[in-house]
T-cell receptor, first 115, second 116 residues
Framework: GQNIDQPTEMTATEGAIVQINCTYQ??????LFWYQQHAGEAPTFLSY????GLEEKGRFSSFLSRSKGYSYLLLKELQMKDSASYLC????????????????FGTGTQLKVEL | DAGVTQSPTHLIKTRGQHVTLRCSPI?????VSWYQQVLGQGPQFIFQ???????GRGNFPDRFSARQFPNYSSELNVNALLLGDSALYLC???????????????FGQGTRLTVV
């Protein structure tokens, strides 16, 4: 089956660092994505990992351990505009026919950045 | 370049009615996927189309159907609407769509469907 877990809510202070964890169980793993979604808006792409290790992209970094089914998103130098929902999504082929793939999302972590 | 565009942005329908939602992918993208996002939850996969063929279907009833046109735009149809179909419907396009394709999915702004 498929299962993706991430914390529901987190609160952090402007300028600080926050780590959002994600654990997953899935078949046919083909990459892990992190998306940011502000209220009422579309998810926007932040990062992609398919191999173990750390991917850094400006203030955002993402880590993947396939053997542990674990990823985290690290946000540095937090800004007020970083207040949003952060979605962990696994791309897989579980349950699909036809050669396609799909993203299976967690419920999202609502991050609140305070002064 | 225009991003993924969806229409309409908002829609109110009555139980039992039918609805058609439309999506235009990013130019050059051949894969379109549809997702349903209920408030407070992550998006749930409904369909993927690649090169005009259905490549995957999520755990949704047969009231949900879709198709992809020669210009790669797509429609999502929902028949016999239920109150529980109220959600944000997201369309995502990507350059490739088959297993092993290594491109991100770009999401449209979504269609907010309210069933009353």
């Amino acid at each position: 089956g498929q299962n993706i877990d991430q914390p529901t809510e987190m609160t952090a202070t402007e300028g600080a660092i926050v780590q959002i964890n994600c654990t997953y169980q899935t078949s046919g793993f083909n990459g892990l994505f992190w998306y940011q979604q502000h209220a009422g808006e579309a998810p926007t792409f932040l990062s992609y990992n398919v191999l173990d290790g750390l991917e850094e992209k400006g203030r955002f970094s993402s880590f993947l351990s396939r053997s542990k089914g674990y990823s985290y998103l690290l946000l540095k130098e937090l800004q007020m505009k970083d207040s949003a929902s952060y979605l962990c999504a696994v791309r897989d082929v579980y349950g699909l026919t036809g050669g396609g793939n799909k993203l299976t999302f967690g419920t999202g972590t609502q991050l609140k950045v305070e002064l | 370049d225009a991003g993924v565009t969806q229409s309409p942005t908002h829609l109110i329908k009555t139980r039992g009615q039918h609805v058609t939602l439309r999506c235009s992918p990013i130019s050059g993208h051949k894969s379109v996927s549809w997702y349903q996002q209920v408030l407070g939850q992550g998006p749930q996969f409904i369909f993927q189309y690649y090169e005009k063929e259905e490549r995957g279907r999520g755990n949704f009833p047969d009231r949900f159907s879709a198709r992809q046109f020669p210009n790669y735009s797509s429609e999502l149809n929902v028949n016999a609407l239920l109150l529980g179909d109220s959600a944000l419907y997201l369309c995502a396009s990507s350059l490739l769509g088959l297993t092993g394709g290594n491109t991100e999915a770009f999401f449209g702004q979504g269609t907010r469907l309210t069933v009353v």
